[in-house]
């Protein structure tokens, strides 16, 4: 009786695990066609989101988003927040995934944002953020990839002052800290 119980449940081992995960795949991939077919944009943000310590990845769902025809903007300091998000049918893209930017300075740049309105240009980037989180290569990195240019400043032009940017706001940081 054993044999023939053991032998029944050794062939179905053979077919029934495969088909439970397959069953459950299955249900995982029509939630994501779902999702993609019906809301393309906080898919595709989501998707992104997920990926964005991987820039491959990202540059791999950015031409998919073209493919899709939904518009990737790009990064801006006055408009984008840590992560990729949907809005209008668009992507604002996350300044999390910017080489070299961090969490922490992403949150700290986000938050003097909402508290302080938007940056006017980089004395005001400068001023407002000076500290241990936001630094020079992290400035830098930000104009690399464009995210000053809703300031009106090009990346020269930002390239070219930045340094004594940073003197100004140091000198600020330290004039605050004195009273």
Wanted: include cysteine.
């Amino acid at each position: 009786l054993a044999t023939t119980l053991f032998d029944k449940i050794e062939t179905f081992a053979g077919y029934g695990f495969n088909k439970s995960h397959s069953m459950a795949y299955a249900f995982v991939a029509y939630q994501t066609a779902f999702l993609k077919a019906n809301y393309p944009a906080e898919f595709m943000a989501a998707l992104l989101t997920s990926e964005s310590g991987n820039l491959d990845k990202v540059a791999i769902y950015v031409d998919e988003c073209q493919r899709l025809g939904i518009e990737v903007l790009p990064p801006d300091i006055n408009v984008s927040a840590k992560n990729f998000a949907a809005e209008g049918g668009k992507i604002n893209f996350g300044l999390s995934a910017i080489k070299n930017v961090g969490d922490k300075p992403v949150e700290e740049i986000v938050e003097e944002r909402l508290e302080n309105g938007p940056f006017r240009d980089i004395h005001d980037f400068c001023s407002r953020l000076a500290s241990r989180q936001v630094n020079r290569r992290l400035i830098e990195s930000l104009n690399k990839a464009g995210a000053f240019s809703s300031t009106g400043w090009s990346r020269a032009q930002v390239d070219a002052v930045l340094e004594s940017a940073l003197e100004e706001a140091q000198i600020a940081q330290r004039d605050r800290e004195a009273g």
